[in-house]
């Protein structure tokens, strides 16, 4: 090798080191998903400015490795434990118990910060909300637990449907609670529900038509990741076979359906972001309460009750946080 070449060589590698070193120093978050990265993306930029605002941006002085299972659950345990293997920082969990259930089976040590929608409690994810104990804390939006006030708001836009669909992912945690929520609230508002377990989204178009031979008057879509991967098409099924819907995020409204009622959902992600960030700087997960939802939406669509031929009474629109005209 010429010497002017070896000496350009020596150069350009000093100069990497720098980069290098500060690479391997730079902690690293483990980003653990039971969504698509399509369908995380506006709660991700909640999380992104919190844990900016606490001193940490990613590619700066900080790294998330992702790791998404587009609703996909049984994929979530081998996710989580190659997370472990690369020992990050710490492992934020999003889209509901079965990431944070992952993560916790995956490691006793490294601190996990969750967004979850049931009691945390119950579930044995954490032994106190004040003072959550071992590695883990986080966020809930109780939004399983909404299921049958999402009942009664469709009964009252629809008070002639006697039946009423619910579908349910019968591979969600929350399934027999959802399911019971639903069934305890049907008689006391004088209706039916009828429940349809959807396993994957190729059973869709063939749910949709069996609540038709059910003569099912509206629906209720329950909360969980995996149906919210596909709300698209769950929207578009609503709309063809004219059945009013509700759902549990305000972006089912704003992307065409009917209704939608549930906690505000970038609240929890940056509460997991301003958690992430105080780790980083050396809190324990263990002594940072399990901050729950102060903020409830409910969010009618008002185009798609027209297209329907509904009229949303007065005092329903009044109660609404946001009316989309």
């Known amino acids: 090798m010429r010497r002017r070449e070896f000496i350009a060589l020596i150069s350009s590698a000093a100069a990497s080191w720098p980069l290098m070193a500060r690479a391997q120093s730079m902690p690293v978050i483990g980003w653990l998903s039971s969504l698509s990265a399509e369908g995380g993306k506006p709660n991700l930029g909640a999380f992104r400015k919190a844990l900016a605002d606490a001193g940490y941006v990613e590619g700066h002085n900080v790294q998330i490795e992702y790791r998404w299972a587009d609703g996909n659950y049984d994929r979530l345990p081998a996710m989580a434990a190659d997370l472990v293997g690369r020992r990050v920082a710490l492992i934020v969990t999003s889209g509901g118990e079965p990431a944070a259930f992952a993560a916790k089976a995956a490691t006793a040590t490294i601190p996990i910060v969750m967004v979850m929608g049931g009691d945390p409690i119950k579930e044995g994810l954490v032994v106190s909300l004040n003072r959550p104990g071992a590695n883990v804390t986080g966020a809930t939006v109780y939004t399983f637990n909404m299921e049958s006030k999402r009942l009664a708001l469709l009964h009252e836009v629809v008070p002639a449907a006697k039946t009423i669909a619910v579908l349910v992912n019968p591979a969600s945690p929350a399934a027999e609670l959802q399911t019971r929520d639903v ?21 869709f178009e063939s749910l949709f038509a069996a609540m038709a031979e059910r003569k099912a008057g509206a629906l209720l879509v329950t909360a969980d990741p995996a149906l919210y ?35 505000v959902l970038t609240d929890a992600y940056s509460q997991v972001g301003r958690y992430a960030g105080r780790i980083l700087h050396g809190e324990t997960p263990g002594d940072l309460p399990v901050v729950q939802p102060t903020n409830f939406q409910f969010v009618i669509n008002l185009k798609t009750a027209k297209t329907l031929g509904l009229e949303i009474p007065p005092t329903l629109s009044a109660r609404a946080d946001e009316v989309i005209e």
């Open 183 to 203: 069934q305890e609230a049907a008689p006391r508002l004088g209706v039916e529900v009828v429940i349809f377990n959807a396993h994957g989204a190729d059973e």
């Open 229 to 263: 991967n596909q709300r698209e098409q769950l929207i578009a099924l609503a709309a063809r076979h004219r059945l009013p819907a509700i759902y549990e995020w305000r972006l089912h409204a704003v992307e065409g359906g009917l209704m939608s009622y549930g906690t």
